[in-house]
C-alpha cells in the first residue's frame, strides 16, 4: 500500500507525525489532496486531555484541499480533477433519518471517532495529506479564496447554524458572550442581519480587535456587572438574543439573566466542566424566554458559509493567526493553545 503522512494523538500531549496507508477510493469518491487544516479548539482539548478519545486518533475537521482523483461513478459535470473544495461533515453517516432529512449535524451516528475517508486509523481526519470524499461531503471553494481560509468554512458553517437557529432580526439588540473566533463570526452575521452587537469580552486585546472590526460597544466582565451594563445599554430591557460563546457554565446564568421580555439565549459552546447552574422556571415562564443550544452545522449551513466566504461577505483573513507545517505540528499546537490565538492553520503537502 502507498504510504502519507499524518499527525496522530498517541495520548495526552503527544502528537506524533508518521506514515499511515494513503486512502483508495470507491467508484462514488474522490481523492482530495488536503492542503490546510485548522487546529481546532476541539483537537486542543483532545491535546490536553479535555476532550477524552480512545488513542491513536486522528484529529482535524476544519480542511480544505484539491481533488486529485475521482471514481467511475462521479459526475464529471460537477466534480473533476483539480477542483479545489472544502470537505465536511465526513463524520455524520448520511443514512440515518436526521441525516436523510437534512440535519446532519444532529447524525444519531455520529462520533468524532468514526472511521472516515478512507483511513485506517479513527478520527475526524483533517490532519491526513489526503481523504477519500463521498461526493456529498465536498464544497467548491472559489478561486480568489486561499487554502487557509477555505479551511475556516467548517467553524463559520457551524455559526451559521446557530444564527439561523436564533432567527435574529433586524434592530435586534445582541449580545455577543466570548470574541474567540466562534464569537467573533456571530458578532459579524448578526450585524450583518442588521441588529445592534455588544461585546461581552473580559481580555483587552480582544475587546480592542472586535473595536478594529468595528463593535464599539463593549463590556468588561472583570469591571463591570455585565447584566447590568446590557441592561443599562438596553434602557432596562435585556438584550433580544444573546450568545453565550464561551465553555464557563456559570456565565450561562448570566446570559438568561440578560434576556429581554421574549428574549431568546443560545448556549452555543460546550462546558468544560459541565456544572449544573441555577435558573428560575418561573422566570423564563413569565418572560417568555427561548433557551436554545446549537452544536455542529448541516449542508445547508456549509453552502451558506462557503458563499459567505467565496463572495467576501466574510473575510476569515484577521482569524488566521499564523500557520505551521505538518512536521512542526506540534509547536503549532503550543501556538494555538495560547488563549489569544484565533485559528493557527497546518499547511498540508507544501
Not at 476541539?42 to 480542511?63: A, D, K, L, M, S
Not at 444519531?108 to 481523504?131: C, D, H, I, K, P
Not at 442588521?194 to 478594529?212: C, H, L, N, T, Y
Amino acid at each position: 500500500m502507498t504510504k502519507m503522512q499524518a499527525a496522530i494523538f498517541n495520548d495526552v500531549k503527544k502528537l506524533d507525525v508518521e506514515k499511515i496507508e494513503k486512502p483508495t477510493i470507491r467508484p462514488n469518491e474522490v481523492l482530495v489532496q488536503l492542503k490546510a487544516c485548522a487546529l481546532c479548539t476541539w483537537e486542543q482539548r483532545v491535546y490536553t486531555g479535555v476532550n477524552e478519545v480512545q488513542f491513536p486518533f486522528i484529529g482535524g475537521h476544519e480542511e480544505s484541499g484539491i481533488i486529485v482523483e475521482t471514481g467511475n461513478e462521479v459526475d464529471s459535470e460537477l466534480w473533476k480533477t483539480g477542483d479545489r473544495v472544502v470537505v465536511g461533515l465526513m463524520t455524520s453517516c448520511g443514512n440515518c433519518e436526521n441525516c436523510r432529512i437534512g440535519h446532519e449535524g444532529s447524525c444519531t451516528n455520529f462520533s468524532y471517532e468514526n472511521r472516515v475517508g478512507g483511513l485506517n486509523v479513527r478520527g475526524m481526519g483533517g490532519l491526513a495529506e489526503y481523504l477519500a470524499v463521498p461526493v456529498s461531503k465536498l464544497f467548491p471553494v472559489a478561486d480568489s479564496l486561499s487554502y487557509e481560509e477555505a479551511a475556516l468554512t467548517e467553524p463559520l458553517s457551524c455559526v451559521v447554524h446557530s444564527m439561523d437557529t436564533a432567527d435574529v432580526q433586524l434592530g435586534d439588540n445582541v449580545v455577543v458572550i466570548g470574541s474567540g473566533i466562534m464569537g467573533a463570526f456571530h458578532a459579524l452575521l448578526a450585524r450583518q442581519e442588521g441588529a445592534r452587537v455588544i461585546i461581552d469580552e473580559p481580555d483587552e486585546k480582544r475587546r480592542s480587535f472586535m473595536k478594529s472590526l468595528g463593535f464599539e460597544e463593549t463590556i468588561d466582565p472583570m469591571t463591570q456587572d455585565p447584566v447590568q451594563r446590557v441592561k443599562e445599554l438596553t434602557n432596562g430591557k435585556g438584550a433580544d438574543v444573546i450568545f453565550n460563546t464561551v465553555a464557563i457554565s456559570k456565565i450561562a446564568e448570566q446570559a438568561i439573566q440578560m434576556a429581554a421580555i421574549r428574549g431568546k439565549v443560545m448556549l452555543y459552546s460546550s462546558y468544560h466542566p459541565d456544572t449544573p447552574i441555577s435558573i428560575s422556571p418561573n422566570t423564563l415562564h413569565r418572560n417568555m424566554t427561548k433557551l436554545m443550544g446549537s452544536a455542529n452545522s448541516d449542508s445547508i449551513d456549509f453552502f451558506k458559509a462557503m458563499k459567505l466566504l467565496n463572495n467576501g461577505t466574510v473575510d476569515a483573513k484577521p482569524f488566521i493567526a499564523g500557520t505551521t507545517s505538518l512536521e512542526n505540528i506540534d509547536e503549532g499546537m503550543q501556538r494555538a493553545l495560547n488563549p489569544e490565538s484565533y485559528r493557527v492553520i497546518v499547511q498540508m503537502n507544501r
